[in-house]
């Protein structure tokens, strides 16, 4: 075993050396083209031109690999390039929709403001809260306050109908309370029979009153603020009766009314700059309560 490793060796050194000497030796033999070619001549060169062939169309298929490979590295960079600059137009257009959206609520809001004998005063929704966080009014947060000389009390309202009014103020913003905050209550009018109510906050989305059963009531029946008590001006449109029951004497009935306006959808809305006389009237009053005090002890 040991004496047949170095035949082993040389032959394949010999074979190695006809492959890589061969080549030389039969291009510096070849045959005029016109010549006869002999037969050992005839065989060696039919044995290198089946080489010749095998070598030609491995290089040719490294090449295309190459070439191929060369190709999917360009298509690959055109496709990154394409898909970023798609990324890039759905952004442009999904800014473009969200402007045309805001424009076409501002257009809305500014026909409400021109038809309405109101003076009234644009703001914008900063955050919402639906009672909770120890907060026990469901609330808007809007981005203008006392130093737009805004005041407790004044109604809010959007080109749909009637949101609720400021319940508190600050320097830059204010904070208003929903027309479905159970705290809430306003005068009303039922559109077509002209009954009046008293129009309570029920849930996050409904509002509710009770009329004597001798008052007639439909479902769908418009209601609107009857301009009687508080900052409400008359006809501001609130919502539609959504619901009637009645109670088990058959004296009343309870109606829910869904509200027109969606609190959890507005962007932008107006303050109807209405000044609560008798909410100030109260305030000072208590003041002049905490000052005497104060005074006496």
């Known amino acids: 075993m040991k004496k047949s490793q170095p035949r082993s060796f040389f032959f394949k050194i010999g074979l190695f050396s006809i492959i890589a000497i061969g080549p030389f030796f039969y291009f510096s033999l070849a045959p005029k083209p016109w010549g006869a070619m002999g037969g050992i001549f005839f065989m060696v060169n039919s044995a290198y031109a089946s080489i010749e062939k095998v070598i030609h169309d491995f290089g040719f298929g490294v090449k295309d690999t190459v070439n191929s490979y060369v190709d999917l590295l360009e298509v690959k960079k055109e496709n990154e390039l394409i898909k970023s600059e798609l990324a890039e137009l759905y952004k442009k257009l999904n800014n473009y929709e969200e402007d045309q959206r805001e424009l076409s609520r501002l257009r809305k809001l500014l026909d409400f403001g021109k038809k309405i004998p109101l003076s009234l005063v644009a703001v914008e929704i900063l955050s919402g809260n639906a009672g909770g966080g120890g907060d026990p009014f469901r609330s808007l947060r809007i981005s203008k306050g006392s130093l737009h000389d805004l005041e407790p009390g004044m109604p809010m309202l959007t080109e749909r109908g009637l949101v609720g009014r400021i319940l508190r103020t600050g320097l830059g913003y204010s904070d208003v309370q929903s027309l479905v905050d159970p705290n809430f209550n306003v005068d009303v009018?039922?559109?077509?029979?002209?009954?009046?109510?008293?129009?309570?906050?029920?849930?996050?989305?409904?509002c509710q009153m009770q009329l004597p059963r001798s008052n007639e009531a439909r479902i769908g029946d418009a209601i609107i603020t009857s301009g009687l008590v508080g900052t409400f001006p008359k006809g501001i449109k609130i919502g539609e009766i959504f619901s009637i029951s009645y109670d088990t004497d058959q004296v009343h009935q309870n109606i829910l009314v869904q509200p027109y306006v969606n609190i959890r959808e507005i962007e932008e809305a107006f303050i109807v700059y209405k000044k609560d006389s008798l909410l100030k009237d109260i305030t000072a009053f208590k003041e002049y309560k905490n000052e005497t005090r104060s005074q006496t002890q």
């Open 189 to 206: 009018l039922l559109e077509r029979s002209r009954v009046r109510a008293i129009l309570y906050g029920y849930n996050n989305s409904l």
